[in-house]
């Protein structure tokens, strides 16, 4: 082949085949300083690799919640991983508010980006249509407006007298979410989690934990294949079972609730939550 | 006739009073009165041969037959296929303004709450948003919010057929003015006075000498209550329905 | 209740429950002059209700394509039925160019909206998201800017050196499609075929025909709720089966190649059309 | 070593060296050739123990992975997923422009081609675009299309990371030179010349005397083709696989 048809167009690296890893792996190929896409609580929630992260020191994250956090985001934020969190709630669900974020704000230890739900999917989209912004309704005389640089009002191009707020595509660099199952091939199933599914298209890598590691293909089965994440969006998957305890996981099984309440009340203090990150590992 | 009910009960049957007319009914995720009243709703329109009401709770797999993710509903608000929603808050000023981010400053809040979820969209988008809260008090109701989430009114320009369409408290009912941005007394739950109301509101509002009360729930309606709807509201909110007084 | 409770926020009648109607009936629900969308041969095509809707003499249609057309298509262009076609491209598949439709854009017989694949799906997505119009990238440079006042060339907000496309929202009045099954409270399988569902969300109403209805609900079977379209967004549905003869339905059954050559070689000319039209039935 | 092999082989394995390095493939529907040619080049990795293609085969099911619909093909390309697509087109011209609307007046071509489908957007997202259309003439190679469904090259300010790679014809292989928008004739296939190949063109290119015969694949190749590459095309191509020549 001549230089003419080798010089242009080479694959950019940033697309592979899914590794398959242990969770410690997993773990060592998250860096601290990246944009970190997560799940809400019981819906591909992974407190189990959290922890693995914080041990291993992660710091610096910005991390993306999609579009809401629970119980390990807060204890991300209250290992002081946290540099930047883009959320529209942080909350710990029945069992009330969420004690490492509202300590850390009232002390500003972390830049707060407040959204609002649909417009952190109109980020996602934005990132996973590759366009640079979307439009979204609402939102003009909410003060979330004020602090969001990545936020505009414009005129719709359509209807100059109509005010829109535009706002700007969200990239995770990696995304980490647990689901339920995923097949030698690196497919993942995520059934109606449709939100997990736009994360991983809008994100540069996404990595899967699972409860089980299916040896044929989930897309073979056509009434499952609407709700698989296909291979070529899962970077790697590690099989952890029960990863997402205790806030549990969709379909799979549910909530402990008293252990959240657990961590709720340890957490009001700093030193009640490193006692309680130290002192409980997990249920499995 | 009016019968003795608790003050959850008036309020359930006071939500499903505001819903008459609703054929879609989304419901946030712990939100046990507001789910409660939707289902109360559905039932009465169902013995009264009226329209079928569709209920989603948000968080429920039975009581939700979204298939898109937790998107799929603020793309259905903004298609115009839900009627009706419930907001809270932390504060609710007098100008229909919501706040659930923070008090004492913002970003770095004394108080922060969860955040805005997705209230700064859907008040735009949903045509009956009822706030909701049992708290009522000049701590909550409040002349101004420390935080706007969402506002409850827009200037011209801004694309809104949505908004608050009133609020409920443990103590009383507003019905919102889009025209003049104020709040208007509707009714005083049985035990209160308007005078105790203006005491309890920290913003000013209309019809502030309201000596309507707000009424309960017929013989009828109140069986169904403590029947159908605390067995329906137990696969979601077992707790909360094992609170409700239960039929004799 | 007192006036002030409810003379405001109203239910707006766009949105109903599913009704369960005869083809027939369906055909009389559909008006002359709408904005129709279609699904692409394949994927949800219906010419059984096509020719119906031929029969009862349909006309004046804005049709939109999902984002390209087939056979059901040029049987309407050849019927006279189609006022507006958008659409990123129409052809019978293997068997080649579309000749009603050849023969109306000669004659100048229809107005086209000549689009592109992923313009119309931005287009579709705008409507979904309740947005005015959506961003897309590419697009400039391409004569098709000239002939669609409702694309826009503009500046990205955030970064004015770059000028990119907005497409406005498009909103059919109905859409109608083929399905494989529905359930007694109006949920419709699709599978992955995630553009009807779009096309559905995107639409003010959606009319649904199925090869059959399934007593049980749809969305009981987790495997399966991924890829179905809620009944909130189906007005009705209709029992026909073999519907999609001869395009084909996706994981039912194939393409009946054979018949559409036959129609391919008959609509080459406006008297084979109308001869193959009235000559031909259906193979069920 | 060279070996006979037919036409569409030739181009089959000049499609395969075309795609070296890529990772993931896209394949519209009803173009066999590109699919084999795809097919092949994850064989010959596979074989030399290089990286993994995906190919994805647009209307197949067997080869196609997306759950999203086909919305996803171009979402997928949008976030830079996709390394390589083919587009064909009525006319191609110098410039890399391609029509695949029609000829002969817009909107009321005399001669109207199905439409543009995704290519006004794929020629500016996938990075090795490879035009690929076996007629050879000046009838479809034009020095100015009449319609420009999509465009070769864009001017500084529109977001542009993919475009043209090559022109691939049964007669000959160019190249695309981005910097200049213009094709450099890279190889002649065997049985043409040069000059043949600038009478059959209807748009001026560089290197027009090249003296580079397209070179056709080995023993090996071209065994792998004939068995296993065939096997797996008819899966999706029954027809097309049965006109290619079988192993012996």
């Given amino acids: 082949m001549t230089e003419g048809l080798t010089a242009d167009g080479a694959a950019n690296g940033s697309w592979n085949m899914t590794d398959f890893v242990s969770p410690e792996t997993m773990v060592q190929m998250i860096p601290s300083g990246i944009k970190l896409g997560l799940a809400p609580d019981g819906a591909g929630s992974c407190p189990a690799m959290i922890r693995l992260l914080i041990e291993r020191g992660i710091r610096d994250l910005h991390v993306v919640c999609t579009p809401i956090g629970g119980m390990q985001i807060d204890m991300l934020i209250g290992a002081g991983a946290v540099a930047v969190l883009e959320t529209s709630a942080i909350s ?99 059934g109606r989690r449709r939100e997990i599914m736009l994360l991983a298209h809008a994100s540069k890598k996404t990595f899967v934990t699972v409860e089980r590691i299916s040896e044929t293909s989930l897309l073979d089965d056509e009434k499952l294949a609407a709700g698989v994440l296909p291979a070529m969006y899962v970077s790697a998957v590690a099989e952890y079972r029960n990863a997402a305890w205790p806030t549990g996981l969709y379909t799979e099984y549910d909530l402990d609730a008293r252990e959240v309440e657990n961590y709720a009340r340890a957490a009001r203090s700093p030193e009640g939550f490193r006692a309680y990150m130290t002192g409980t590992r997990s249920a499995a | 006739m009016m019968l003795e009910c608790t003050n959850r009960e008036l309020l359930i049957y006071t939500i499903s009073r505001l819903l008459a ?148 408290t443990s103590a009383a009912l507003f019905s919102f003015q889009r025209d003049v941005g104020r709040f208007r007394l509707e009714s005083v739950h049985p035990g209160r006075s308007a005078h105790e109301i203006r005491e309890m509101t920290g913003f000013s509002f209309d019809n502030d000498g309201c000596e309507v009360q707000t009424p309960g729930p017929d013989a009828a309606t109140l069986a169904l209550m403590r029947n159908q709807i605390r067995t329906e509201l137990a696969e979601t909110y077992p707790q909360f329905a094992a609170s409700l007084p239960e039929a004799a």
């Fill in chain 1, 92 to 190: 710990l669900g029945e069992t009330g508010g969420a004690p490492c974020f509202a300590r850390a704000i009232r002390n500003g230890e972390l830049r707060m980006l407040d959204g609002t739900c649909p417009a952190v999917f109109a980020g996602l989209t934005a990132a996973a249509k590759g366009v640079p912004f979307m439009p979204i309704r609402g939102i003009i005389g909410s003060d979330l407006l004020k602090n969001r640089p990545d936020w505009k009002v414009t005129a719709n191009p359509f209807d100059e007298s109509e005010k829109i707020v535009v706002v700007s595509a969200i990239q995770p660099d990696i995304s980490l979410i647990h689901a339920p199952e995923a097949d030698r091939f690196g497919n993942v199933r995520l």
């Fill in chain 2, 21 to 168: 007319g609703a054929r879609h009914v989304a419901v946030g995720m712990s939100s046990p009165m507001p789910a409660a009243g939707a289902m109360l709703r559905r039932a009465l329109n169902k013995k009264q041969g009226r329209e079928d009401v569709q209920v989603s709770i948000l968080g429920s797999i039975r009581h939700n037959s979204f298939t898109g993710g937790s998107e799929e509903l603020f793309e259905c608000a903004a298609q115009g296929r839900i009627d009706a929603f419930f907001l809270g808050g932390g504060q609710i000023d007098g100008k229909g303004n919501v706040n659930l981010v923070g008090a004492g400053g913002y970003p770095n809040s004394e108080v922060r709450w969860p955040g805005s979820y997705g209230s700064a969209y859907l008040y735009f988008l949903v045509p009956r948003v009822i706030l909701f809260r049992e708290e009522h008090s000049p701590r909550v109701l409040v002349d101004q919010v420390d935080f706007i989430s969402a506002p409850g009114v827009s200037e011209k320009g801004v694309y809104r057929r949505g908004g608050p369409h009133a609020l409920l």
